[in-house]
């Protein structure tokens, strides 16, 4: 199996506010699978420089407010006491920016993003702009929750696969999530049927698919969908809308060695319109890009960790 690690550290934005709730609860189905610690990250809008340089009491104390509604919404949370594998961090700065900084300093294995319909409070990454550019510039895997979230725990994982492409990686990563889970695997290719080359390798590649995947022990359900003139991303929305799975896995964008970091047409369009969570495998550990993104050293930011004890 290609390199999959353990999910032991979990990145968690937070708006402090009633959307916080659901992306939370999604970290706590990781955390009682893979024991993973989760951090709370809250990021407060930057001041100006002439604001820091004139007024840095003020700026102290709009950090210590965060710090204790961040503690104080936590607390809440779990019942009035704060579990030891939960940390906080506050930041300042630009959102999208303060949080690929923050995966990058604290090398965690997962990102947790919930995208409500409503914009609350400063989190301008539930736009879909922004969304797309946190995805395409994180170095780990981002769970991104629209609508519909995972009470139950996870039972039903969907990856949808282009049979022509490469997708050994992505069968990798949905056995090993599987496997912890205990869940059931549905694999769907969408397929112009008209074009008789292209099904019989589709059949051939579905067979080798399934057979990969039941070795492994696992149930797995494998279908072929025809397109009928619909695209690729309204036949597999339609889908995910039926069957209502409680993860879709999805690879964003291919291994590349310069820049090719954004996220295409037909993932877009399942991260933003799929009701069920979205498990988002984002390949740039293994990329030139990935080791260039660790060489380049932004500017340094004040952590404010909360002591929990």
């Known amino acids: 199996m290609n390199y999959t690690p ?10 402090l506010g009633s959307d916080c709730r659901i992306a939370i609860q999604q970290a706590m189905i990781f955390h009682e699978v893979y024991g993973s610690e989760i951090i709370l990250l809250h990021v407060e809008t930057a001041f100006s420089f002439f604001h820091r340089l004139l007024k840095p009491k003020r700026l102290k104390k709009h950090i210590k407010r965060a710090k204790k509604k961040l503690k104080k919404y936590a607390r809440n949370y779990f019942g009035g006491k ?4 939960i940390s906080m961090q506050i930041s300042t700065g630009e959102l999208i920016q303060e949080i690929l900084l923050a995966a990058k300093k604290t090398k965690c294995d997962l990102i947790i993003i919930s995208k409500g319909e409503r914009i609350v409070s400063r989190l301008s990454f539930l736009k879909n702009e922004n ?30 696969v282009d049979i022509t492409k490469k997708i050994t990686n992505k069968v990798a990563w949905v056995k090993y999530l599987a496997k912890k889970f205990n869940a059931k695997v549905h694999v769907i290719s969408v397929l112009d049927l008209d074009i008789t080359p292209l099904e019989s390798l589709a059949h051939r590649k579905a067979l080798e698919i399934e057979n990969s995947i039941k070795e492994v022990g696992l149930d797995v359900n494998v279908e072929l969908l025809k397109a009928n003139n619909r695209s690729m991303h309204d036949v597999v929305l339609s889908y995910i809308g039926e069957l209502k799975p409680d993860l879709v896995l999805m690879m964003t964008h291919q291994e590349s060695i310069l820049l090719d970091n954004h996220i295409g047409k037909f993932a877009s369009e399942i991260i933003h319109r799929s009701e069920s969570p979205v498990f988002n495998l984002v390949p740039r550990k293994e990329t030139l890009i990935g080791n260039l993104f660790d060489s380049f050293d932004t500017q340094k930011k004040s952590w404010q960790d909360i002591n929990l004890k």
Do not use: Y
Not at 6 to 15: A, F, G, R
Not at 82 to 85: A, E, G, K, L, S
């Open 6 to 15: 353990e999910i032991k550290k979990i990145l968690t934005p937070v708006p």
């Open 82 to 85: 704060i579990p030891d594998f």
């Open 131 to 160: 969304a797309d550019k946190l995805i395409s510039g994180a170095v780990c895997p981002v769970l991104t929750i629209s609508g519909k979230h995972t009470e139950k725990g996870i039972k039903d994982i969907l990856i949808p």
